[in-house]
């Protein structure tokens, strides 16, 4: 069936879309991204998508072509026109194709930034099997660039990094600095100790997860407790579970990491339950 997209202003047959070879993110990698996930037809976090849109597009003093709140209406039509109960909706917003090839940024005042959403429709999003049966990580070097918190298009290392997965017959990456998990490839990691979540601080070196807010507000609610440090892949193999966390996976258990594998090699009890908890709650404030 062919999709209803949105480019600039217009919503269209995915067939009739177009952009310009000029534009800055087609040879720039120059835009940034938000994917936020639709459970019962509705938007799970879509406020805080919003200001996590904004803060990337100030970083890079990149304009939004739309407000916050016709975001959210272009969002809500095009989950209504294709019939989204369960899914994503994928945003784009690029610095534009000034009509030619420069490093330079194109003056703002003659180039306008480029809008692109698209609808995935992904039934059964929620009950995933990957939940039951847990994810098996590698872990790779991370040599992404130094601004991850900025959630830009620049995705070919991630893409990579999936692919090496792939080869070793895992489902997903983890990605180590100076000896330490930063994030996975497009997650956030956590393990747990205990009554205790273990999850890297916020800070350039990874992406500001909207998952990882909503999850680390709702530990209370798991009797858990939150700690924000670093941890290396081996503390990870010994701890008595792990996760990610993400707006397509929500809360996924890991099981296994560089083929040593967790506990008993099946989810974790704190991992489903704030899987669970996740779920409930974000469906009850979705828009
Ligand atoms: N990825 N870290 C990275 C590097 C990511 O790409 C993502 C999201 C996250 C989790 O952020 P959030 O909870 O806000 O989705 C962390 C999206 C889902 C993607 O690229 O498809």
């Avoid at 999709?3 to 993110?25: K, Q, W």
């Avoid at 194109?106 to 039951?132: C, H, R, W, Y």
């Avoid at 847990?134 to 991850?148: H, T």
């Avoid at 967790?262 to 908890?277: D, F, H």
């Amino acid at each position: 069936m062919t999709r209803t997209v949105y480019v600039n202003g217009d919503y269209l047959p995915e067939t009739e879309a177009r952009i310009s070879i000029f534009d800055r993110a087609f040879l720039m990698a120059d835009g940034v991204y938000e994917v936020t996930s639709v459970l019962d037809g509705k938007l799970i976090d879509f406020a805080g998508h919003a200001v996590r849109l904004q803060r990337s597009l100030a970083e890079l003093e990149m304009r939004a072509p739309c407000t916050m709140d016709e975001l959210l209406e272009i969002h809500r039509e095009l989950v209504r026109e294709n019939g989204i109960n369960e899914g994503l909706v994928y945003l784009q917003i690029t610095r534009g194709a000034p009509g030619d090839r420069d490093f330079a940024f194109p003056d703002p005042e003659t180039t306008e930034p480029t809008i692109v959403l698209f609808t995935q429709n992904k039934p059964g999003l929620a009950a995933s099997p990957m939940a039951e049966t847990g994810m098996k990580i590698i872990s790779i070097e991370d040599q992404r660039w130094g601004r991850r918190d900025i959630k830009t298009v620049q995705l070919l290392y991630p893409s990579m990094g999936k692919m090496m997965a792939k080869k070793a017959g895992a489902d997903d990456a983890w990605m180590v600095e100076d000896g330490f998990v930063t994030e996975g490839t497009s997650n956030n990691a956590y393990i747990v100790k205990g009554n205790r979540i273990i999850t890297r601080a916020l800070s350039t070196d990874i992406l500001h997860g909207i998952t990882r807010a909503a999850v680390l507000r709702f530990a209370a609610e798991a009797q858990m407790e939150v700690e924000e440090r670093n941890f290396s892949v081996a503390e990870a193999q010994a701890a008595d579970e792990a996760f990610i966390t993400s707006a397509s996976s929500f809360v996924m258990p890991v099981v296994e990491i560089d083929g040593v594998v967790l506990g008993r090699g099946t989810p974790g009890e704190r991992t489903r339950r704030l899987r669970e908890i996740y779920l409930e709650e974000s469906r009850k404030t979705a828009v």
